[in-house]
Each structure stands twice: as structure tokens, then as C-alpha cells.
């Protein structure tokens, strides 16, 4: 379905995508987003915005991404189930397609316990699934849940992460299918640093055919640090930080360690554009939006495509 999309029409052309995201800031600031969609001009097809990361209250998503929209980015919805029932997240759809967002992420959202206000009551109507379904309907069928029809149909390419290394490994691959089956049309995975078991869940993927339902926008993050490396791999859940990538940060001068960190990140992307069924890398550049263009740079991905 064209969308309106430059995600979905680069991905349509067959060229390697390229997103990236902007957490939004902890105030009603806009220029703290307007200063990090600067840094990604000319570098990414899309740009994801967060929708309260880590349970921490941010500016609304769809606030900053009318705020990129008018920069001229293809912004991307985040839309968590967390902390909206199923009337709240169908009005917030309608709105965000009135207002020309032509992406949306479907995630079920954090817990409210890792962020900053635990005591809050969470809502979780539907899951993130359920959110796929629900927008695909609205879009492709012009209806509301109780199946009532709507006047306009908000047109939305629909995407979902994914995250391969998550226990129990074997249910991965099938739960990507699932969201397939839902109307998932985009992927945006975890952190990838174990490279052999994302190979691995790619195999898996492809022996299902799954690739030619779904666009894979393979996810990487550049290590700022020893630390950052050791947090990630022992404190978020479902990370796989192998302890070669660490070994091979401690070899070098602590105020090298960034620099190493963005080569490690840069090797990854070339890897990852040689597996069969990765359709682009999806940049998480946390708080270190300035390195994206030289990460895609370095990786041989730019100038992006016309479309």
C-alpha cells in the first residue's frame, strides 16, 4: 500500500534503508528535538521518535514528530500500549495520520516499574500485536475495533521491533511471524552485537520465508565505552553483548574507547548487509545523535537515495 512513506518507498526501490531515532526531551523545549534532527539531515530515510523510553516521561512522540515533519523527516511513530486503552490509541492514530506522520512503531512499551513514576497504574488493553492488527484494520478494512466504520482511513506504514535474542530463543523467528500475520510491514530489531546468533535468527527467518513479507531493519548501537558495554550486557533484558566486544574495548585508551565503539558499530552494519533478508541497519545512537552521519558514513551509506 503506498503510504506516503519515504521509508516504504526506498525500501520499495530495493535500496539499503537507513533510520535512526530522537529520544525527545524531558521538558516542552521543541528546539532540543529541532537540534537533534539537524544532525540527521541528509543521513537517514526516517527518523524514530520514543514514546516514553524506559517508562520516563518524555515530550509526546507525536508532538516531536510534527516537530521533525515540518523539518522536512519522515518521522516514525512510537506508540506503546502501556499507557493507553484501545480508545485512546485509536484516536492517536487518526490524529497522527491527519497530521501527515505516515509511519508508525506498534510496542507494548516498558513496564512502569523500570521508569521514573513505578507507582503509576499501567493500561495494556491490547498488545503490541493486537496493535498491529488494530491499525492495519482501520487503515486497510476503514474501521474501529467494534467494527464501526470510520470517515477517513488514517494511512500508516505499519511497523514493530523485534528483538532475536530474547529468551526462549526457539519461539523468536515465530513470533516475527505472528506479527507478520498481523500486517507488520517493517522490522526494527534489538541491539545486534552478537552477530553469530543474529545470523543464526536471520536463518531461521528466511527459511520461513518471513523476509519477503517483512522489511528487516537490523538494529546496532555504537558503545560509547567499556561501561556502557558491561551495563548493556548485564542490566537490559534481552541483550547480548558477547565478551569479545568488551575484551576489545578494555584494549584500547579509555578516551579511545568511543571511537572504538563506532568502528565496532560500523563493522557490524557491513556484515549485516551481507545477510540475506536485512533490508537496512536501524541506527540507536543513544544520546550521540552527532555520531549518526559518521557511522553511516563510515559504512559506505550515503548519500541516501532519491525516491
Given at each position: 500500500m503506498k503510504t506516503g512513506s519515504r521509508l516504504e518507498k526506498v525500501l520499495e526501490k530495493g535500496a539499503f534503508a537507513v533510520t535512526s531515532e530522537c529520544g525527545p526531551p524531558r521538558g516542552a523545549d521543541p528546539d532540543v528535538i529541532r537540534e537533534k534532527g539537524k544532525l540527521l539531515e541528509g543521513v537517514v530515510d526516517a527518523v524514530n521518535i520514543t514514546d516514553c523510553q524506559t517508562s520516563v516521561v518524555r515530550m509526546s512522540s507525536l508532538s516531536a514528530c510534527l516537530i521533525l515533519k515540518e523539518m522536512g523527516f519522515d518521522p516514525i511513530l512510537q506508540?506503546?500500549?502501556?499507557?493507553?486503552?484501545r480508545i485512546a490509541i485509536q484516536s492517536d492514530v487518526l490524529g497522527a495520520?491527519?497530521?501527515?506522520i505516515n509511519n508508525?512503531?506498534?510496542?507494548?512499551?516498558?513496564?512502569?516499574?523500570?521508569?521514573?513514576?513505578?507507582q503509576a497504574?499501567?493500561?495494556?488493553?491490547?498488545?503490541s500485536i493486537q496493535l498491529i492488527m488494530t491499525v492495519k484494520k482501520m487503515r486497510d478494512e476503514k474501521k474501529f475495533l467494534n467494527d464501526?466504520?470510520?470517515?477517513?482511513?488514517?494511512?500508516?506504514?505499519?511497523?514493530a521491533a523485534e528483538n532475536p535474542f530474547a529468551d526462549p530463543l526457539e519461539i523468536r523467528a515465530l513470533r516475527l511471524a505472528k506479527k507478520a500475520a498481523a500486517g507488520v510491514e517493517f522490522i526494527q530489531t534489538q541491539c545486534i552485537f552478537n552477530l553469530d546468533r543474529f545470523a543464526e535468527w536471520m536463518r531461521e527467518v528466511v527459511d520461513m520465508g518471513l523476509h519477503e513479507k517483512v522489511a528487516i531493519l537490523a538494529g546496532v548501537t555504537p558503545l560509547k565505552s567499556v561501561g556502557m558495554g558491561k551495563y548493556m550486557k548485564s542490566q537490559v533484558p534481552g541483550m547480548d553483548v558477547p565478551d569479545a566486544v568488551i575484551e576489545r574495548l578494555k584494549g584500547v585508551p579509555k578516551e579511545k574507547q568511543g571511537a572504538e565503539g563506532i568502528k565496532i558499530c560500523i563493522e557490524t552494519i557491513q556484515r549485516l548487509r551481507e545477510m540475506k533478508g536485512v533490508r537496512g541497519v536501524h541506527i540507536m545512537a543513544i544520546e550521540w545523535e552527532e555520531k549518526v552521519s559518521e557511522i553511516a558514513k563510515g559504512a559506505d551509506l550515503l548519500p541516501r537515495p532519491k525516491v
Open positions: 506508540m506503546v500500549t502501556r499507557d493507553r486503552n495520520a491527519a497530521l501527515g508508525i512503531l506498534c510496542l507494548s512499551g516498558d513496564h512502569q516499574r523500570f521508569g521514573d513514576h513505578p497504574k499501567n493500561v495494556y488493553d491490547i498488545d464501526q466504520e470510520m470517515t477517513k482511513a488514517p494511512v500508516l506504514f505499519i511497523g
